[in-house]
């Protein structure tokens, strides 16, 4: 991308004023610098911003798909006398690189999140599960039973390990320690925002509370139980099970 005045980009406002009263420039040439400049570097500081929560939201998806795609690669180097196993290995890792190849090319276009394109491919008539938090929402349902049946049709070997395909976890590790450990902390913070609102709310006057006060009650007390019981469960996860972005992915994906 084109900056004007490129050479001053990483100076701060009082360094490139004082570099270019050094210089000599006229007041009005040195205020034009310094204003372009400032427009410049607050339009950068926002890019890279946007750029970095764009690949929060990315990455939660595609690395773990990536991540799969290792592994069936992996499994397709060994025991390759094995016809219908290697026929089932080489059609998920087809459809996994397919995938990631629509992912991959969403994630490099400027605006494209998650959210967006499963709206965009909803509106097409393409339904996107559990609004799309983990790589195995973004397969088609024909391509996961085809592969499904492809894995059943593996003869059974006695102590051969049988790999499960789309199943919904992510990568073990610091990473996914890391995640547990900030989705909670995250969800810890609403349950305490939301206990404080409904206090707030059953402090008011008796007469003050009407159907719409006392709906909005039973709406928060639904709520908060449904936060303490989403806790448990993220406190509860084994290490490498998937992991929603927020406390209410877990609704999406299974019952209380």
């Not at 690189?97 to 965009?120: C, D, F, M, Q, Y």
């Not at 989705?183 to 609102?197: F, G, I, P, S, W």
């Not at 936060?227 to 099970?241: S, V």
Request: net charge positive; hydrophobic share 35%.
């Amino acid at each position: 991308m084109y900056y004007k005045h490129r050479q001053y980009m990483g100076m701060t406002q009082n360094e490139l004023l004082n570099h270019l009263t050094r210089q000599k420039k006229p007041p009005s040439v040195i205020a034009d610098i310094l204003k372009i400049v400032a427009e410049q570097q607050s339009k950068l500081r926002t890019e890279r911003i946007t750029k970095m929560q764009h690949d929060l939201l990315w990455e939660p998806i595609i690395d773990p798909a990536r991540h799969e795609l290792r592994i069936v690669e992996r499994m397709r180097c060994t025991n390759t006398e094995d016809i219908p196993r290697q026929e089932a290995l080489d059609r998920y890792a087809e459809v996994l690189r397919e995938l990631l190849g629509v992912l991959t090319l969403a994630r490099r276009k400027h605006g494209v999140v998650p959210s967006k394109l499963r709206e965009k491919l909803e509106r097409k008539g393409i339904p996107i599960p559990n609004k799309g938090h983990h790589w195995v929402d973004w397969v088609s349902e024909s391509d996961k039973v085809e592969v499904r049946e492809l894995f059943d049709a593996i003869p059974y070997k006695r102590y051969a390990k049988r790999k499960t395909p789309f199943e919904r976890t992510i990568p073990k590790g610091k990473d996914w320690t890391s995640r547990r450990d900030k989705l909670h902390k995250r969800t810890e913070k609403e349950l305490a925002k939301a206990e404080h609102d409904l206090l707030a709310i059953r402090m008011m006057k008796m007469e003050d509370k009407s159907a719409a006060i006392r709906k909005r009650i039973a709406n928060h007390e639904t709520t908060i139980a449904k936060i303490r019981q989403a806790l448990l469960w993220i406190q509860d996860a084994k290490e490498g099970e998937a992991l929603p972005p927020t406390w209410s992915g877990y609704y999406l994906t299974r019952e209380e």
